[in-house]
């Protein structure tokens, strides 16, 4: 007879891990399979190895600055290899930690694929066994859009771009979202010529208009070459090399092109149509608030229902339905207010709303916006500045929304995103004692909104 579970999770991530623990912990009977890796898209292939390597590529900024610190580095060399291996390791150790967890838990862990059968019933392409499951959970993430384009399979997705061989002397990188932007900067740091064609005239599409033109300026700056309103048409062999054609006739020499158009969620071929589970028109799982599909006992969280694709996000998502389904504690996740970092150099970390939602949502806001040079480059010959920005409720003096571009701006917005949740006051902000010298001290010192009509920045320094 079939082994007969209490819940069978689909996808080994973080959104199906805590789901699959949380419910072990109120007593059910678990089994999970994944197929590749567990820990998933963020652990294997996403924000952990990109951290990593955005870390490293850094260095190259902090070695421009020591010399205006009294430093002298000579022969500083960059050895990608020997970060790859350090990465690898530190991803097996991260696997590890995901795989010993179950265990400790209780859950059945299976190395193999598995597609949903019918009603109750999941098949293991590994070995063709069927588990019956009173409850199956879908948690199988995103997986990198590639677009008809001609020669795509020439290029590569942020998939493979961690287990280069060697580093490309040059690369095209088509799109313009989280994970464009973020190797863009992290390969021109370790000495990639880096070209972005994005078919927008400004990088980073749904974050702030103030925040997209200080990173696409700084950008720039670093010397990455920004092609906007441009798309690639074809990919081809040239020589040793790629050829990329635009769909304006131009030509592009390169030694790899990255495609980084998206990530769209990952449900082919996992029988969702044999439950008649509901799909929309990017493949996302139709969901509701508590993460129940359109079929009877199927439930599905994470990037799969292509609600918020962020790894906390998944998991709060998962623990919800594993605490409201088998823990008698229901309760869902709040997708509002979600602090979201963009790790490029100089990074980005942003709460709330936009200044354009926030004029679309209120009768009146005020904007106060803070642009400076940071601490760490007023030694050393660097032009790069940080942008601080608030949107206020003129009515209410909520605080709206919190944008930051530049060093340290994602720890910085996880603790004002705190302030956002709670609904605190620009007044409140303003009665909070400033920690001096930094940077997050622009916070609560800014008194004065800026007209809407006044450009990114103001005449604010640290310590002026």
Known sequence: MPETVDLFVIGGGSGGVRAARIAAGHGAKVALAEEYRYGGTCVIRGCVPKKLLTLAS?????FARA?????????AHFDWP??????DRELARLE???RDGLARAGVRTIDSRAVIEGPGRVRLLATGETVRAAHILVATGGTPYLPPTPGVELGITSNEVFDLPRLPGRMVIEGGGFIAVEFACLLQRLGVEVTIVYR???????????????LDAAMRDAGIAIRTGETIAAIERDGAGLRVRTARGESLATDSVMLALGRVPNTRGLGLETVGAELDERG???????????????????????R????????????????TVFGGRPWTCDHEDVAQAVFATPEIGTVGLTEAQAR???????????RFRPMSNVLAPRIERMLVKLVVDRASDRVLGVHLCGPDAAEMIQLAAIAVKMGATKRQFDQTVAVHPTAAEELVTMREPVEPAEPVGGAATIGG
């Open 58 to 62: 850094r260095f190259a900024d902090d």
């Open 67 to 75: 010399p205006g610190y009294g430093w002298r580095i000579d022969g």
């Open 82 to 87: 020997a970060l790859r291996q350090a990465k």
């Open 96 to 98: 590890a930690i995901y």
């Open 200 to 214: 927008g005239d400004l990088v980073l599409r749904l974050f702030d208009d103030d925040l997209r033109r200080h």
């Open 284 to 306: 996302a799982i139709r969901v509701s608030a508590d993460s129940k599909t359109t079929a009877e006992g199927v439930w599905a969280v994470g990037d799969v229902t292509d």
């Open 308 to 323: 918020i694709a962020l790894t906390p996000v998944a998991i709060r998502e998962g623990h919800a339905f594993a605490d």
């Open 360 to 370: 679309e949502r209120f009768a009146a806001i005020d904007v106060y916006r803070s």
